[in-house]
């Protein structure tokens, strides 16, 4: 299919509304699968900003229905459910190894999303809803087509089972805003008149005014009101518009838009995510007690002056590096092996130490259970957990240890999540890893400040409810590596924050202390290295095996080797943030030594020889011989 843009615009021809996300899945756009559009001009703007953008597809908006299976689902056990699953001839196959089957709707048909509630492992996506589409790229992989037919039609089993598991929804019709806020009016009226899909006569019009509608609950719009703002900014872009004479008509689509849309009132708007928030912080009721200095009720707590001489200084789960009950944010690029590095420290936690003298944390304070909530799947942390323990517990199992998949999410109730964590350890953990902010946060916005509290409430709340630290690994920002990916909200309320580098291509990474709230920052990085492990034939992964401390190898040549990598990572990053300036060696050296913790002679003399001649290293393609004797060194894209 050539390009993404080119596939965004080929399915959009087909009649399928699009919208760009980001490798994490997230939406790139503001109102995410509610700007959806086959509008060429807008999608052609949209990957001309984000060449790599990822391709969102609106389902229900395209009259389809997809059945989303993941890793172990099963087949048997769906069909029990529903019935045979008819054959598609439209299917794709997902990065991590499930399947995405398109089944077609009748027009004005509504299928609610629903996750799992055919049968485990399997999604339903149609109104409301979306999934990627092939060429669309994750850490994980490609999304590829198998066939590319015509979609087989829906079921009426699909429908009934579908439908009722949401119908027991308990706030499907439950207002917890109040209706027609004057800025869900504002959001409401410009979406219908700027992006909103118009009605064509003969091409499934009366869908579009159902759907329409839905949206319209979805803004938090009253019933009433939504006609009469889709009557007057909607309908004249209509071709042709509503007569008075078909008003009812239309009236009857928004009466059936707000009875089939199963989602809570003004479910995408900040007003309802402030609210859900607030509502899972209501304070605790218990009995207050008066201690003398100190007065509690739930989990609220007024000390006075002799009082606060009793609190004591934060404990610690790992020494100088993690705090007791915080919460931290580790932070860095794609491929800088963030999840290894998370895993590596709950094995640590859970275990209480390291056997094997390459352990990574050998200054564990408090060991217990730890809960690491995977994004990415069980079984590839299962390859991983059976990696550490080969290598730093002989093998033995891991005393708790508790994995959780998949991740929670801030715009669903988060009580099925502390329930179900609750039963496994009913004495709480000592720390919760979130693999990732990105997948917490899907629907949301991460640049909102609104949605980014919402996440570090959720992360209060776990806190609160486990008794345990919180480690939530997070991205960078796109074309800024240096900061976290977002609003400022999340490192603002993070008591610790980590930010993890890869160094060349090799499996050398460094962290770096960007925040510690209590306590001393590190005055350097420390350095880590992965190591290879086989557990088989054919299955190898990584493994974290050096201390928190500057590396030091058995041999001068090694530490020289894992030093260049460092070198060169520091020379690009500065050239690439300086492309118009021409250095010499003596001033590249003066630039970069901070960095690298080397002196400017030394790199002049030991590394720059390496990194000019050694043409397999990006670096060396920045190093100009023809150029005059004081301006050599330059970027080159």
Partial sequence: MGSLKDAALDYAKKGWPIFPCRSDKSPYTASGVLDATTNLTQIEKWWEQNPLANIGLD??????????????????????????????????????????????????????????????????????????????????????????????????????????????????????????????????????????????DGQGGDHMAFATAAHMKSFGISQELAFDIIWEHWNPRCAPPWSSDNAEHLQKKVENGYAYNTSPPGNITPAYHTAKTLDLFKPIETKSGDTGHEWNAGRFRVVDYDGMQGIQPPEWLVESFLPAEAYAILFGAPGTFKTFLALDLALSIAAGFGMSDKAMWPNITKAGPVLFAAGEGRASITKRVKAWSKVHFY?????????????????????????????????????????????????????????????TNMVGRIQHELGCAVLALHHTGHGEGSRARGSSVFGADADTIIKLERHGKSYTVSLSMEKQKDAQEWEEKKYVQLNEVMLGIDTETLVAVKGLKPIKSESKEEDKTILLDIVEAAVIEHLKGNKLVAYSNAALAEAVASMVKLDEQTLRKNYFPILRETGGRPVARCYDKDAKPRDKWRWQD
């Fill in 59 to 200: 389902v229900g908006s395209a009259n389809m229905m997809v059945l989303d299976l993941d890793p172990g689902h099963s087949m048997d056990e769906l069909e029990k459910n529903v019935g045979k699953i008819p054959e598609t001839k439209l299917h794709s196959n997902t990065p991590r190894g499930g399947k995405h089957l398109f089944f077609d709707l009748k027009a004005g048909e509504i299928v609610s999303p629903s996750g799992s509630k055919l049968a485990p492992f399997v999604d339903v996506r149609s109104f409301h809803s979306y999934v990627l589409l092939p060429p669309s790229k994750t850490e994980h992989g490609v999304y590829g087509w198998v066939e590319q037919g015509l979609p087989a039609y829906r079921t009426d089993e699909f429908i009934r089972a579908s439908n009722s598991g949401r119908e027991k929804s308990k706030d499907r019709d439950e207002w917890i805003i109040k209706p027609d806020l004057q800025e869900n009016i504002a959001s409401a009226i410009k979406w219908l008149k700027e992006k909103a899909q118009i009605a064509i």
């Fill in 395 to 455: 093998g033995n199992p891991i005393p708790g240890f508790h994995l959780v998949d998949p991740v929670p999410m801030v715009a669903e109730e988060l009580e099925p999540f502390l329930e179900v964590a609750k039963a496994a350890v009913p004495g709480g953990y000592r720390l919760v890893v979130l693999d990732t902010v990105g997948r917490s946060m899907q629907g949301l916005n991460e640049n909102a400040q609104e949605h980014a509290s919402a996440f």
